[in-house]
């Protein structure tokens, strides 16, 4: 296969939004979809800039690519476990939204469930707190709203 | 305008979906109420998550009220089918109890999760909520006939099904032995027959896990697991002809049984790792010790188990009052139990069987003392944790966590027994005491039963372990 060979050839160079170049193997590479549609679009010595990806979510996607690629499935899970853990909410949504966009694939699987976790069970003052969603509803409309789905509020704490 | 800059709004829509659907149902319709674009966007809509449950709706026990809110439910199930035709649906759940009674839109639920061939997980619930209640004293069972039945065309829709739960739904059995892509099967409430569970076992290949509750048959069970792929095996409540329980299946690591006290052949499953026996429905007593004890001891694998009140009453009357003959090889250990004085021998069993044992869980509550109970010799139950114990391996060596739950602290015997983990467990790192949640709010009216009091008893009894923490929460 065509990844295959280029393995041995040169790196792959990528250049973020705040100006930073990256020197990523194709292997690394060809985990995010967009890239290597961009790779077989263009030739792979250019530098490939990605506007919508700054230097430190890229830099935590190649160590997430990296790391995960440990030997036992076990090992794997405590990395996925321990990378998750030590990503900000800021940074998480960032990150989710440069994963979203390079299309890495197991990011892709792995983020949401971390995102549907923080999420669940929790009242929905929580969760706009939690997320910044300003709640743009007068009192009226909004009890309006919950009325009409009152049993999708059956049990939870509010706070 | 400000335009909002919270963090799921900036995901894009897609990626939205995904986490909506990793939501439980309720909780993605709850999503309309963050504001008003989400309100708008109706992204919930797009989950391929959908739960129907007639018990989100139903709460009452009045019988008009009851109507109200079981119309409430059929109304918002209309009302969403008939507005989401287009939906992609990978997880479909519905709760109806008397189908019947609406049988037309039950058939169009099942289409409109069926009808794009794409669901993976599907589960139809039809039993009725009174059953349990009926059920739930009596160990027999009143065998209803099942309440629906899975409509023809179906079957051809469900070819990709991975996860399939039929509760007293009737099925053609020789067409879902052609759904190969099957990992895991539960049945409940109806007659199914150990033919069909071996067949379905031996062609479905991809089948790891199978659950039974309250289901019932007329023959012997015998499961013989021949492509050695199942995994885990739940048996809740079921009844059978005669009462030979046998599994015979080599890669099984998990295994929950609740019901009665059968006799076990497992010697087929050398390689479980978890068990849950419940035998609380039992009712007799006698001349179950040997049984539950030759069980046993084909169960030398188990890594993590739990017991009920009824096997610690039991097991020191089989073929050894102190201990079984070989060491297990439990780390987790979870006992249910209200410490009665009947209880303590079999937790004295335990431990001196459980050498290794890391982990202790005292789940409290479920008191009952089964008719005719013997205590194996005579024992004097007040002293009983401090002179008929010794310090055991597994507390000299091994057991670093003890966990109590649904702690009342009304009761001495608790409290003394606590008192002898303190004094005993030498390498006991952390003891976590939960206590009941109506207690601490009788006791902020009752003074007398402040629970400070009991823990200020706990955290000055001597300990063993010098880098024991106590936590009361």
């Given at each position: 296969m065509a990844e295959k060979a280029s393995e041995s050839s040169n790196s792959i160079s990528l250049n973020t939004v705040d100006g930073k170049i990256f020197k990523v193997s194709p292997t690394i590479a060809n985990q995010m979809q967009t890239i290597q549609s961009l790779i077989k679009a263009y030739d792979s010595s250019r530098v490939i800039s990605l506007p919508h990806v700054n230097a430190f979510h890229l830099s935590k996607?190649?160590?997430?690519?990296?790391?995960?690629?440990?030997?036992?499935?076990?090992?794997?899970?405590?990395?996925?476990?321990?990378?998750?853990?030590?990503?900000?909410?800021?940074?998480?949504?960032?990150?989710?939204?440069a994963v979203g966009y390079l299309k890495v694939n197991e990011l892709l699987e792995l983020m949401p469930k971390t995102v549907a976790k923080l999420i669940e069970n929790k009242s929905v003052e929580f969760l706009r707190k939690f997320f910044g969603i300003v709640n743009d509803f007068t009192p009226s409309e909004e009890a309006k709203i919950r009325e009409e789905i009152a049993w999708a509020f059956d049990g939870v704490d509010e706070d | 305008?400000?335009?909002?800059?919270?963090?799921?709004?900036?995901?894009?829509?897609?990626?939205?979906?995904?986490?909506?659907?990793?939501?439980?149902?309720?909780?993605?319709?709850?999503?309309?109420?963050?504001?008003?674009?989400?309100?708008?966007?109706?992204?919930?809509?797009?989950?391929?998550?959908?739960?129907?449950?007639?018990?989100?709706?139903?709460?009452?026990?009045?019988?008009?009220?009851?109507?109200?809110?079981?119309?409430?439910?059929?109304?918002?199930?209309?009302?969403?089918?008939d507005n989401n035709k287009e939906s992609i649906i990978e997880k479909f759940s519905l709760k109806l109890s008397m189908p019947n009674n609406v049988s037309e839109l039950t058939e169009k639920c099942i289409a409109f999760a069926t009808h794009k061939g794409g669901v993976k997980h599907l589960e139809l619930d039809f039993s009725d909520p009174k059953w349990v209640e009926y059920n739930n004293v009596a160990p027999y069972h009143k065998f209803h006939e099942p309440m629906f039945a899975l409509p023809k065309h179906v079957y051809d829709e469900l070819k990709g099904i991975q996860i399939l739960k039929l509760y007293s739904c009737r099925f053609v059995e020789k067409d879902l032995l052609n759904f190969h892509a099957l990992k895991e099967v539960s049945f409940g409430w109806m007659e199914v027959s150990i033919f069909l569970i071996n067949s379905l076992i031996s062609n479905c290949k991809m089948l790891e896990s199978l659950s039974l509750k309250r289901c019932w048959n007329f023959s012997e069970f015998y499961l013989r697991d021949r492509n050695q792929k199942l995994k885990k095996l739940v048996v809740d409540n079921c009844s059978f002809q005669y009462e030979l329980f046998r599994v015979v299946a080599p890669n099984l690591k998990f295994f929950k049984y609740s019901g009665m006290m059968s006799y076990f052949d497992i010697k087929g499953c050398p390689q479980v790792e978890v068990a849950?026996?419940?035998?609380?429905?039992?009712?007799?007593?006698?001349?179950?010790?040997?049984?539950?004890?030759?069980?046993?001891?084909?169960?030398?694998?188990?890594?993590?188990?739990?017991?009920c009140s009824y096997f610690l009453q039991v097991i020191p009357h089989g073929s050894d009052m102190l201990r079984m003959e070989r060491n297990f090889n439990i780390r987790h250990l979870t006992i249910k139990t209200q410490l009665n004085k009947s209880d303590y021998r079999g937790i004295v069993f335990m431990l001196r069987s459980c050498p290794m044992l890391q982990c202790l869980t005292i789940q409290l509550g479920c008191a009952r003392i089964?008719?005719?109970?013997?205590?194996?010799?005579?024992?004097?139950?007040?002293?009983?944790?401090?002179?008929?114990?010794?310090?055991?391996?597994?507390?000299?060596?091994?057991?670093?966590?003890?966990?109590?739950?649904?702690?009342?602290?009304?009761?001495?015997?608790?409290?003394?027994?606590?008192?002898?983990?303190?004094?005993?467990?030498?390498?006991?790192?952390?003891?976590?005491?939960?206590?009941?949640?109506?207690?601490?709010?009788?006791?902020?009216?009752?003074?007398?039963?402040?629970?400070?009091?009991?823990?200020?008893?706990?955290?000055?009894?001597?300990?063993?372990?010098?880098?024991?923490?106590?936590?009361?929460?």
């Open positions: 996607i190649i160590e997430y690519l990296e790391g995960k690629s440990a030997t036992t499935v076990s090992a794997v899970k405590e990395f996925e476990a321990q990378f998750m853990k030590d990503l900000s909410l800021k940074q998480l949504k960032g990150l989710l939204i | 305008m400000a335009v909002s800059l919270d963090m799921l709004s900036l995901l894009p829509d897609p990626l939205l979906i995904i986490i909506i659907s990793l939501l439980p149902f309720k909780e993605a319709i709850r999503t309309s109420v963050f504001s008003k674009s989400w309100c708008n966007n109706k992204l919930f809509k797009l989950t391929t998550n959908i739960e129907f449950n007639e018990l989100f709706f139903v709460k009452s026990y009045q019988p008009s009220i009851k109507h109200l809110q079981r119309k409430a439910f059929l109304d918002f199930i209309t009302f969403w089918i849950d026996l419940d035998f609380s429905t039992e009712f007799g007593f006698g001349g179950k010790g040997y049984r539950l004890y030759n069980f046993m001891e084909d169960f030398y694998s188990l890594k993590v188990l739990t017991v089964w008719p005719n109970y013997a205590q194996p010799f005579a024992s004097a139950p007040k002293n009983f944790w401090t002179e008929n114990v010794r310090i055991y391996e597994c507390l000299k060596s091994s057991l670093e966590v003890l966990e109590v739950k649904g702690f009342q602290g009304f009761d001495k015997s608790e409290i003394r027994m606590l008192a002898y983990f303190i004094q005993s467990g030498k390498v006991l790192k952390k003891m976590t005491i939960n206590m009941e949640k109506d207690i601490i709010l009788s006791c902020n009216r009752n003074l007398d039963l402040n629970p400070r009091k009991f823990a200020e008893f706990l955290l000055k009894v001597p300990r063993a372990s010098t880098d024991l923490e106590i936590t009361i929460c």
